[in-house]
């Protein structure tokens, strides 16, 4: 009877394919290398970052994807992998609405990986403004929440802006209860900013009836004040990981599918990658058939529209803005053409950016 470990074999074989693992990423980063001093003999000097050649490497591997694990977490290796690969050439300089540890936060670090340079700043307006200025490379905005709605601050700076969308983010929000404390009954006090805890009002009214809900202007600033005694605020994993404050209950939220889509902003213009989104302003004036005009020439040319929002233009009475978000490519005949016809529909039309569909 043999006294061989049975997992003696089995580690081994493990040792043997993470040292071919280490010699492929090694390889890849070399060749990452190369391909960034091409570039710079072609002339480019800024970022080396190419959203729409990520998104296809990511869509490819979920593709090729047999298990065990699942599309998301072999995604989120390859991410992270190609980030690194990123960085060794020249780390993204990367802005969002902060403190650190927001879902914003979380966003950015999900698109880009852990490995950027991230700038956090007080206001929506001041990513927008350091991305124009080159203090970073890409900023990280909340566009529309599944359950709240678009953000109307953000689709106002839009306006403004001559930034494009390079990219976008699709989160999923799960609510945490982050406390010191060891039991609910000892929570008297809730911290978190208004969307949060109106997002999580069921189960504050079941779990913490008599506990005050105190609105804050981000759910990282609550965090801070959840130290004191007997109090409690709401926030996500990287909150809980970067504050050191332990999650007391998980998974809060009403809305188990609750999602907040993020637009990344910046310089870039992003080509096509084969599965692409198009996001439009139109400024109308506000009279019988304008939104029919509009849309009709995404209908005829069987253009999907995923997303329609109006806003006052800012530029005229009861003169309207709509944002528009189509499938397809700015670089779509198709998609030119249809274009085309809203701005004879229209007297302005801005295309804010085509970039890659969330990819996960």
Avoid at 90 to 111: C, I, N, Q, S, W
Avoid at 149 to 167: A, P, R, Y
Avoid at 168 to 188: F, G, M, Q, Y
């Amino acid at each position: 009877m043999s006294d061989k470990d049975p997992l003696t074999d089995i580690r081994q074989r493990i040792d043997e394919i993470d040292k071919s693992i280490q010699d492929l990423v090694s390889e890849r980063a070399s060749c990452a290398a190369k391909v960034a001093e091409v570039k710079q003999q072609q002339g480019e000097t800024g970022h080396f970052y190419r959203p729409e050649r990520e998104a296809q490497v990511l869509r490819a591997v979920m593709e090729r994807n047999t298990g065990p694990l699942n599309n998301e977490s072999i995604a989120g290796i390859f991410r992270e992998i190609m980030a690194a690969c990123l960085a060794h050439e020249k780390p993204l300089r990367v802005a969002f609405l902060g403190p650190e540890g927001t879902y914003t936060h979380t966003a950015a670090l999900k698109h880009f990986g852990s490995l950027i340079q991230t700038h956090p700043v007080e206001s929506i307006e001041e990513v927008f403004r350091i991305v124009e200025a080159e203090g970073a490379d890409f900023g990280v905005v909340p566009v529309e929440n599944s359950s709240a709605g678009v953000i109307n601050h953000t689709l106002d700076l839009f306006m403004e802006s001559s930034l494009q969308i390079s990219g976008e983010v699709a989160l999923r929000i799960r609510h945490n209860l982050l406390s010191t404390l060891d039991s609910l009954d000892k929570v008297e006090r809730v911290y978190a900013h208004q969307q949060s805890l109106s997002q999580c009002d069921q189960w504050l009214d079941k779990n913490l009836p008599d506990a005050e809900r105190v609105a804050m202007s981000s759910n990282a600033q609550g965090v801070l004040h959840a130290k004191e005694t007997n109090a409690a605020s709401i926030g996500g994993a990287l909150a809980s990981e970067l504050y050191k404050l332990p999650i007391l209950a998980a998974d809060i939220e009403d809305l188990p599918d609750n999602t907040t889509r993020f637009a990344v902003i910046g310089k870039y213009r992003t080509p096509m990658s084969g599965d692409d989104r198009t996001s439009l302003l139109v400024f109308v004036q506000n009279k019988p058939g304008s939104l029919f005009n509009l849309l009709k020439p995404l209908a005829d040319r069987n253009i999907s529209m995923s997303n329609i929002e109006s806003r006052p233009s800012r530029r005229g009475v009861w003169d309207y803005v709509f944002f528009i978000d189509i499938d397809g490519h700015r670089d779509d005949a198709v998609v030119q053409d249809a274009i085309t016809e809203i701005e004879m529909a229209s007297y302005m039309v801005t295309i804010l950016g085509s970039y890659p569909k969330a990819v996960m």
